[in-house]
């Protein structure tokens, strides 16, 4: 008999226990005020009740189709997400049905990540699904590693009682945290809306609407695109990311051109399975673009104005009440885009007006109807010598008195007549330096049908600046070509070209590139603004006209606008100088720690054509033609030639001065037919510097005429007597090296003894 009534006294004592358990869970629970105490509470009775190691109750988030919990055992205490399809507890949500699983890891749904992120060793599975009253299924709690024994059916049965039981408080929580959710995102949407349209800057605004649109989405990035209905372009000044400077694309094409036309919204889950999208910027900006919601940004009379694009959601697609808040936010904002928009237009306008007026050569002055200077263009100031703390808010009798006293009568004239007063070359005096000028005072006039005075306008055009134009103008360019653009040539056409001839003279810095890597931007420009103030000054002693600097490269002539009986010697003696000078010049730097540099300079005579190209608002005085292309060869073949100064024949045989030459070559540049002898000015060398100067001339240029007649050996020995002399002459060691090749590989009977060019 006691074995018999044994079992059905404990089978009572657990059936009152699980009620007594079941009671504590409800009454527990409905004392509870937040959601996050209900599932501390469910976990520990859970884990006690059970026997178990840890649990976690997870509940499913319908906006993400996830699974979360806030509240683990163990020493992880932050939030865990994982999709409501995959893992135990996944599956027992999507199947609504409890598991008892032995050994996790042979389980093929178990999902491993978890421990790896946690560091837990998880053994075997108790899951259950939680469910409503009703039968809803909410979520799934799992009890994991059985400190005894292992998972059976009644602790699975006793799991679902407990989730069951605290079900209504889960239900009641999680209601009462959504609305509070709602609540601080209505109020915080309130808020950001008061602040959001406040703003009256259209760039602040959009990067601002942008960024909440973003953070409010829990997206990656947000355009709002507003439309230009001049050019008919939707455009955006601001987008997230990584920069793509202003993006502007027609109103009807892609994503936003279709709801911009429409206006409807779209919700696109996977872009690039859409035809509409454009990816053309993703592969510009290197982004990759998932989802897309786009919505339509209507103004108060409910016309569309621009569109709204919201990218890549986390966690997964926009949903229905993503679209819902966008709407919501666009529709907000809406006013304060259109009165950012018209106050970007207006300060356009105003920006135009000032560039105008600042761009403006003449000097403009406004003044109000009592007679205060109210503005004052740059070259007002300029040409009235003052500055703008000075007239601005002055009156015309007190600024215009004295000496200039005849425009606070202009001014008086006009105000009282409503006339425009024409002054033509009036004499005017400030700071004691006299200024010629021609005045026009205009009454001001607003664009109403009234016409209500504003005040008045006086235009000053100074007709005294040619010293200054001609003393700027001289910056740029020879000062005998500055003169004859402002003579206008005496009737010719200052763009028309006249043929003459000249000597050109090219020369540029070795090895520029690597300098500038050294130097950096500022010192490359402080660099070459020395460097080109020492070749300048040797240019002009020889009265040689600059025409332009190309980079580090120097363009100049000599024979132009004025020609000499001998242009072709002063621009050999130039080119002497400038070798002579720049020596000096890098011994100075090169006692400080700074950098040197190299060069070389090609010389050709020939006829030029010269010239102002361009047009009538934009003109560049320069030579064009065959003999300029020419010297800039030479000076390129000086790196061949081991030289620092090549002239043509063209040049050589016009010389009237005697100079150390050698003769080079012959050679036929890139794109000529025709050969061009080459000559080295050697007179820039002292003795250290090429020993036995005029005895390695002679043994050389007896080598080239050996070399010509094709005798290697003969020539190789000249070359050799070159090198004994000067064991640094690099042009010698050339020589040998193509008497070795032709002594190996002969040239056929028709050798001329002409270089051929390849390179330019």
């Not at 020589?735 to 090749?741: F, K, L, P, V």
């Amino acid at each position: 008999m006691v074995e018999v009534r044994t079992p059905k006294r404990k089978s009572a004592t657990i059936r009152l226990r699980e009620a007594e358990l079941l009671l504590k869970v409800s009454t527990l629970c409905a004392s509870l005020d937040s959601l996050d105490e209900v599932l501390k509470t469910l976990v520990d009775i859970t884990s006690q009740e059970i026997g178990c190691q840890r649990a976690t109750l997870f509940l499913n988030d319908p906006l993400t189709g996830e699974l979360y919990s806030r509240v683990a055992q163990g020493s992880l205490q932050r939030e865990i997400r994982i999709l409501n399809t995959v893992g135990i507890a996944g599956h027992v949500f999507t199947e609504g049905e409890g598991l008892i699983v032995a050994d996790a890891y042979a389980d093929p749904r178990f999902n491993k990540e978890i421990d790896q992120q946690t560091g837990f060793k998880t053994k075997n599975i108790l899951c259950a699904p939680v469910r409503t009253a009703k039968g809803q299924i909410i979520g799934a709690m799992q009890s994991l590693n059985k400190i005894e024994g292992e998972f059976r059916e009644d602790d699975l049965r006793l799991l679902e009682q407990i989730t069951l039981q605290a079900s209504i408080a889960l239900e009641s929580n999680i209601f009462s945290e959504r609305m509070a959710e709602k609540r601080q995102q209505e109020m915080e949407f309130l808020s950001l809306v008061a602040d959001v349209t406040a703003e009256l800057d259209l760039g602040t605004l959009l990067q601002r609407v942008m960024a909440e649109a973003t953070r409010m989405l829990n997206a990656e990035r947000s355009t709002l695109f507003l439309n230009d209905e001049k050019t008919g372009e939707l455009f955006s000044r601001i987008a997230q990311g990584e920069s793509v400077g202003e993006i502007r694309l027609p109103n009807h094409l892609g994503i936003a051109g279709t709801v911009f036309t429409s206006g409807k919204s779209v919700n696109i889950p996977h872009a690039y399975a859409d035809l509409r999208f454009n990816p053309s910027f993703d592969k510009q900006t290197g982004f990759f673009t998932r989802s897309i919601l786009c919505v339509p940004i209507h103004n108060k009379d409910g016309k569309v104005i621009g569109v709204t694009q919201t990218l890549n959601k986390h966690g997964g697609p926009f949903t229905d009440e993503d679209e819902s808040r966008l709407k919501a936010f666009t529709a907000q904002v809406a006013i304060a885009l259109e009165n950012a928009k018209l106050f970007d237009d207006v300060q356009q306008m105003k920006d135009y007006n000032d560039a105008v007026l600042e761009s403006m050569t003449n000097g403009v002055l406004t003044v109000d109807d009592e007679g205060t200077i109210v503005t004052c263009n740059k070259a007002g100031l300029q040409i009235l010598r003052t500055d703008a703390s000075t007239i601005v808010g002055a009156k015309t009798e007190e600024f215009f008195s004295g000496d200039n006293q005849l425009v606070s009568e202009r001014f008086n004239f006009v105000r009282e007549t409503q006339q425009t007063d024409i002054l033509m070359d009036a004499a005017l005096v400030f700071g004691e330096e006299a200024v010629s000028a021609n005045l026009t005072v205009m009454p001001l006039l607003g664009s109403g049908d009234d016409g209500e005075k504003l005040g008045l306008m006086l235009m000053i055009e100074d007709i005294s600046g040619e010293k200054r134009m001609k003393a700027t103008m001289s910056r740029y360019m020879d000062p005998a070509i500055a003169d004859q653009l402002l003579a206008g040539g005496g009737g010719e056409d200052i763009l028309g070209g006249s043929s003459a001839v000249a000597t050109v003279l090219f020369s540029d810095v070795r090895d520029f590139t690597t300098l500038t890597e050294e130097l950096g931007p500022q010192g490359t420009v402080s660099f070459l603004n020395d460097y080109f103030t020492v070749m300048v000054d040797c240019i002009t002693r020889e009265e040689g006209m600059l025409d332009k600097f190309i980079g580090d490269a120097i363009m100049a002539a000599f024979g132009l606008p004025i020609p000499h009986d001998d242009d072709e010697d002063r621009a050999v003696r130039a080119a002497i100088s400038m070798i002579c000078e720049l020596r000096v010049w890098n011994a100075e730097r090169e006692s400080k720690g700074l950098n040197t540099a190299d060069m070389g300079i090609g010389l050709n005579t020939d006829q030029v054509v010269s010239g102002n190209i361009g047009s009538p608002k934009r003109m560049d005085y320069t030579l064009i033609g065959d003999g300029v292309n020419l010297a800039a060869r030479l000076e390129s073949a000086c790196k061949n030639y081991s030289a620092r100064i090549l002239i043509s024949e063209h040049t050589f045989k016009k010389l009237r001065g005697t100079y150390r030459v050698r003769d080079v070559d012959l050679v036929q540049v890139k794109g000529k037919t025709q050969p061009v002898g080459i000559y080295e000015v050697l007179d820039y060398h002292d003795n250290s510097s090429f020993p036995e100067l005029m005895e390695a001339v002679g043994h050389f240029n007896e080598g080239v005429a050996q070399y010509r007649g094709a005798n290697w050996d003969k020539a190789a020995a000249q070359f050799h007597e070159t090198l004994r002399c000067n064991p640094e002459d690099r042009l010698s060691q050339t020589y040998i090296d193509r008497c070795t090749y032709f002594k190996s590989q002969p040239p056929g009977d028709d050798w001329d003894g002409v270089w051929v060019m390849t390179s330019k």
